[in-house]
């Protein structure tokens, strides 16, 4: 039995202190629980866990995906300055250079006259100058025609070769000995290649300036100027048949 205070207990024959005053509160009040000594292992301190849920994260911010756009944006102007600096230089390292005028071969010598006659100089200008450098010319002129629609090395080879071979005709009849007979036609004939010669050159000129209207600008008026060049080779070879005189004259 305890007393009133809590200091004594009753053992039957007399009180007896719970505790001296030293060990207050550490001794039990039946003494064989006091050899019991309980040892209690000092427990790890846990430390908070780095791992955050993926339910506790806090969500990307919407501006860091706008950083990530604006880069790319970025990253694709720089690009394309690159390709605007050095794409040309690319370019050039890998297609070969326009070919330059190539220097037209002369017509051959036409033969000797047997007839000294207006019809049979007219006839030997058509078939031993006109013919041979026509058939030269048709093929380059012709293919000027089909590629040169975009500011491609295609298209400008095309018009560098098709101006030679003009300007190549050109000289030859410059220099021709073209009977009074036909004069006339042929010089209508001079007067197309002189057009489809300043046609090419532009052609050619809009290469150098980088201008794709220039290039149009330059087919289209190459193909006013040739429209009826072909009709009027041919009406060369009428009028010398229909005015040209087969009498002999000279000596």
Wanted: hydrophobic share 45%; glycine share 6%; net charge positive.
């Amino acid at each position: 039995m305890m007393s009133p205070d809590g200091k004594y207990f009753w053992d039957g024959q007399k009180w007896v202190a719970v505790a001296s005053a030293s060990d207050a509160g550490h001794r039990s009040v039946f003494p064989s629980w006091n050899e019991i000594h309980v040892t209690v292992a000092d427990q790890p301190v846990r430390q908070p866990s780095s791992d955050v849920p993926l339910w506790e994260r806090a969500p990307k911010s919407k501006m860091s995906y706008g950083i990530y756009v604006a880069g790319g944006f970025l990253a694709l102007l720089v690009l394309f300055g690159l390709i605007s600096a050095w794409g040309p230089l690319i370019v050039s390292y890998f297609v070969a250079a326009p070919e330059p005028p190539r220097a037209v071969t002369p017509s051959p010598t036409p033969p000797p006259l047997t007839v000294r006659s207006d019809y049979a100089r007219a006839d030997g200008f058509l078939t031993y100058q006109v013919t041979p450098a026509m058939a030269k010319v048709w093929p380059a002129i012709q293919l000027f025609n089909e590629t040169c629609v975009n500011l491609t090395s295609t298209c400008q080879n095309a018009a560098t070769a098709a101006l030679a071979q003009v300007k190549g005709v050109e000289s030859m009849i410059d220099h021709a000995q073209i009977p009074t007979c036909i004069a006339s036609q042929v010089a209508k004939v001079r007067g197309e290649l002189t057009g489809m010669d300043a046609a090419i050159t532009l052609a050619v000129k809009a290469f150098a300036d980088n201008k794709k209207t220039e290039l149009s600008t330059a087919v289209s008026r190459y193909r006013a100027a040739s429209k009826t060049l072909n009709a009027d080779i041919a009406a060369i070879s009428k009028a010398a048949t229909a005015r040209c005189d087969t009498l002999a004259t000279g000596p």
